[in-house]
């Protein structure tokens, strides 16, 4: 299993982080998944892996199940496949898909966040904003504030793809791999990988290539200019949400795919 830090990217890092780790993230993610401890996802998960494990043994992917777990565990890596299952591709990589605005209309909101944040900075300098001092009521001197923060945070998921979880997910499937076996393995992965994705397409240079590709690139997301410590620490549960809904989608999708018609051998598929 997967070591998982303690500690979150704002509080190892200097007064204003500059980036976020989006690999120690998805663990933590896949970390509260794997604690679920209630029936339903004690049975979502159950359903899941026994989907994964009969369509390994079927699709001739079983010998590589097996040879990798000589050095990984089996429901670890279960739990890694399970979480990239979804092939991400056929999702729509809009912003409108978790905004409700598609770019123009967010830019807009956005710049009105910023223009009552001053407005009410200019109400709070006059003597109506001493009043509300005087009473201990902060709520005017707030506001500006959690407006900026709002627009600034909008900003700042708006632009996260779907497909960012999904090239996650798969690196930390093959970076599980090569730790514990010191080797990449890319048939093996490959063929597991295929399985898990319903991919026909999905082969070891594929594979190979992706890996060569993905790999190189940092995990780490930056942060805007001057973000505050708070900034980090919401960016950081903001982007552990959408990690821990891609986790729950692929278990259910998975789950579903339990009582679809037997798929036939990746070797026979065309």
Request: hydrophobic content about 40%.
């Amino acid at each position: 299993m997967m070591d998982t830090s303690s500690r979150t990217d704002a509080e190892s890092s200097r007064e204003e982080p500059d980036s976020l780790d989006l690999a120690s993230i998805f663990e933590e993610a896949l970390a509260e998944a794997r604690s679920r401890s209630d029936q339903r996802a004690t049975d979502l998960t159950a359903k899941a892996f026994d989907y994964l494990r009969r369509e390994i043994k079927r699709n001739a992917a079983e010998n590589s199940f097996e040879k990798l777990t000589k050095g990984c565990e089996p429901q670890e890596l279960l739990w890694l496949l399970a979480a990239c299952s979804e092939d991400p591709e056929p999702e729509p990589d809009r912003v409108s898909l978790i905004m409700g605005s598609n770019s123009r209309q967010l830019k807009a909101i956005v710049k009105e966040f910023r223009e009552c944040a001053a407005r009410i900075d200019s109400i709070n300098s006059a003597i109506v904003g001493q009043i509300f001092s005087a009473a201990n009521i902060p709520l005017p001197h707030q506001l500006p504030t959690g407006l900026r923060e709002f627009a600034a945070l909008t900003e700042f998921v708006a632009p996260l793809q779907w497909q960012t979880y999904w090239t996650v997910a798969k690196k930390q499937l093959i970076y599980y791999v090569k730790q514990k076996t010191k080797h990449y393995h890319d048939k093996w992965v490959a063929e597991l990988i295929a399985t898990a994705t319903d991919r026909d397409d999905y082969d070891p240079k594929t594979h190979s290539e992706w890996r060569r590709r993905n790999l190189a690139l940092t995990n780490r997301l930056p942060l805007p200019r001057h973000a505050s410590v708070k900034f980090a620490l919401m960016a950081r549960l903001l982007i552990k949400t959408i990690y821990s809904a891609c986790i729950s989608a692929a278990l259910v999708k998975l789950s579903h795919r339990e009582g679809s018609a037997p798929s036939k051998p990746l070797t026979k598929r065309r």
